[in-house]
T-cell receptor, first 116, second 113 residues
Framework: QQQVKQSPQSLIVQKGGISIINCAYE??????FPWYQQFPGKGPALLIA?????SEKKEGRFTISFNKSAKQFSLHIMDSQPGDSATYFC???????????????FGTGTLLAVQP | DGGITQSPKYLFRKEGQNVTLSCEQN?????MYWYRQDPGQGLRLIYYSQIVNDFQKGDIAEGYSVSREKKESFPLTVTSAQKNPTAFYLCASRFTGGNQPQHFGDGTRLSIL
């Protein structure tokens, strides 16, 4: 119930195309959904995040679409660039350990390659 | 520049040896976390600390230990009891309260000799 399922595992997109990564969850107690971008040998960096009372959030070329009834959310990267090639993780936050902290549950990651 | 510094970047452990990974932050964050990342898997929480001199086990704490003597420091010791320690270890921190985002360091890659 605390899993976040992420797909696809890997994705190849042509420069200028749209990259779409999907995530699904079961637990309705999740209350915050961040996306992280990770380059090889680096730590994940927060890209964009959304709360479940919002259906869409856009920051530059990155958009999160959130479907609360379907328990799904997705990341869209418009006009994908070779510099976007990285691993992307979705995550969901939930109060845990007796409410002592917020715990992030991560998806398994999507390796994106944008071809020039 | 504020941030999270992890050291060393690469670390090798011999059988039966304990090793300590360093994590320092100057973001004035209260909460700090340690995660383990394995190929093809998401990040898994090892330990977290909400405040100085207090820390709690995460989902995979066996074979690991931590301390939090200073707000800015949260070292992780990988003990000899951890039978499969080869992984990429990530430290994170955040302000407590609500859904403040977690910020990550650049990790330490631990390998077994």
């Amino acid at each position: 119930q605390q899993q976040v399922k992420q797909s696809p595992q890997s994705l190849i997109v042509q420069k200028g195309g749209i990259s779409i990564i999907n995530c699904a969850y079961e637990n309705t107690a999740f209350d915050y959904f961040p996306w992280y971008q990770q380059f090889p040998g680096k730590g994940p960096a927060l890209l964009i995040a959304i709360r479940p009372d919002v259906s869409e959030k856009k920051e530059g070329r990155f958009t999160i679409s959130f479907n609360k009834s379907a328990k799904q959310f997705s990341l869209h990267i418009m006009d994908s660039q070779p510099g976007d090639s990285a691993t992307y993780f979705c995550a969901a936050s939930i109060r845990a350990y007796g409410g002592a902290t917020n715990k992030l549950i991560f998806g398994t990651g999507t390796l994106l390659a944008v071809q020039p | 520049d504020g941030g999270i510094t992890q050291s060393p970047k690469y670390l090798f452990r011999k059988e039966g040896q304990n090793v300590t990974l360093s994590c320092e932050q100057n973001l004035n964050h209260d909460a700090m976390y340690w995660y383990r990342q394995d190929p093809g898997q998401g990040l898994r929480l090892i330990y977290y600390s909400q405040i100085v001199n207090d820390f709690q086990k995460g989902d995979i704490a066996e074979g690991y230990s931590v301390s939090r003597e200073k707000k800015e420091s949260f070292p992780l010791t990988v003990t000899s009891a951890q039978k499969n320690p080869t992984a990429f270890y990530l430290c994170a921190s955040r302000f407590t309260g609500g859904n403040q985002p977690q910020h990550f360091g650049d990790g330490t890659r631990l390998s077994i000799l």
